[in-house]
Antibody
Framework: EMQLVESGGGLVQPGGSLRLSCAAS????????MHWVRQATGKGLEWVSA???????IYPDSVKGRFTISRENAKNSLYLQINSLRAGDTAVYYC??????????????????????WGQGTTVTVSS | QSVLTQPPSVSGAPGQRVTISCIGD?????????VHWYQQLPGTAPKLLIY???NRPSGVPDRFSGSKSDTSASLAITGLQAEDEADYYC??????????FGTGTKVTVL
C-alpha cells in the first residue's frame, strides 16, 4: 500500500523554526516529484513547495526564502524546513506525491497525472 | 501567484446534476496547462478525483466528469449522492510551473 506519513508538527513561537518530515512507503520514492501543501483551519489548499526527482525545487513567492524542501531518497524521506515562522503559517501540512504519466512523454517531458497520494497531515501552530 | 476562482458553494438534491466552475486566465489554464480536481471529505486529506482535465483514476465513479475550455474548467457530478457532500478543488499551473489551487467549493446535498 502506498503511504505517506508526516511528522514534526507542533506548537512553535513566532520567529521560530520547524522541520517537518514525511516517510514514504509502498512505492519507488526516488522516481516521483514530491510536494508540501498546507491548509489553514476552515480555509482552502495552498501549495507551498515542490521537489523534482533530480532535486530541483520550486516555491511560491509567499514562502520563498523561508521554506526549504529537501529529500533523502536512501531513506524514502521528504522534509520541509520552515524558518521565521509567523501566525499565518498555522495550518495542517500535507506531504503529497505527484504522478508523472510516463506513457505520455513527448521529447522527454512527461505530463502530470495529478497529486495522487496524500499523507494524513501534520499540524503546525504558531503562537506565543 | 495565479488564482483559480471557484464558487464558494453549490447544492443539489439527490439524483440531480451539479457543476463547479474553475476560472483562470491566460497565465494558467488559458496557457494550455492541464487541470486536476480533488475531493476532500470532512476531516480527511484531499483525494485525486480527475486528472488531466477529464480522466478518472481507478475507483472514481463515472458520475464525476471534467472538462476544460479556454481559460476555465468544470467538474460535473451527475446523480448526486449524499456521500458526495465534500469540498472540491481544482488545480493547475502557472508560467513558472508553480502549482496553483482553486479557492474551493463546498457541495451540499439537500
Amino acid at each position: 500500500e502506498m503511504q505517506l506519513v508526516e511528522s514534526g508538527g507542533g506548537l512553535v513561537q513566532p520567529g521560530g523554526s520547524l522541520r517537518l518530515s514525511c516517510a514514504a512507503s509502498g512505492f519507488t520514492f526516488r522516481s516521483y516529484d514530491m510536494h508540501w501543501v498546507r491548509q489553514a483551519t476552515g480555509k482552502g489548499l495552498e501549495w507551498v513547495s515542490a521537489i523534482g526527482t533530480a532535486g530541483d525545487t520550486i516555491y511560491p513567492d509567499s514562502v520563498k526564502g523561508r521554506f526549504t524542501i529537501s529529500r533523502e531518497n536512501a531513506k524514502n524521506s521528504l522534509y520541509l524546513q520552515i524558518n521565521s515562522l509567523r501566525a499565518g503559517d498555522t495550518a495542517v501540512y500535507y506531504c503529497v506525491r505527484e504522478r508523472q504519466m510516463l506513457e505520455s512523454c513527448i521529447g522527454g517531458v512527461c505530463p502530470s497525472g495529478g497529486m495522487d497520494v496524500w499523507g494524513q497531515g501534520t499540524t503546525v501552530t504558531v503562537s506565543s | 501567484q495565479s488564482v483559480l476562482t471557484q464558487p464558494p458553494s453549490v447544492s443539489g438534491a439527490p439524483g440531480q446534476r451539479v457543476t463547479i466552475s474553475c476560472i483562470g486566465d491566460s497565465s494558467n489554464i488559458g496557457a494550455g496547462y492541464d487541470v486536476h480536481w480533488y475531493q476532500q471529505l470532512p476531516g480527511t486529506a484531499p483525494k485525486l478525483l480527475i486528472y488531466r482535465n477529464n480522466n478518472r483514476p481507478s475507483g472514481v465513479p463515472d458520475r464525476f466528469s471534467g472538462s476544460k475550455s479556454d481559460t476555465s474548467a468544470s467538474l460535473a457530478i451527475t446523480g448526486l449522492q449524499a456521500e458526495d457532500e465534500a469540498d472540491y478543488y481544482c488545480q493547475s499551473y502557472d508560467s513558472s510551473l508553480s502549482r496553483v489551487f482553486g479557492t474551493g467549493t463546498k457541495v451540499t446535498v439537500l
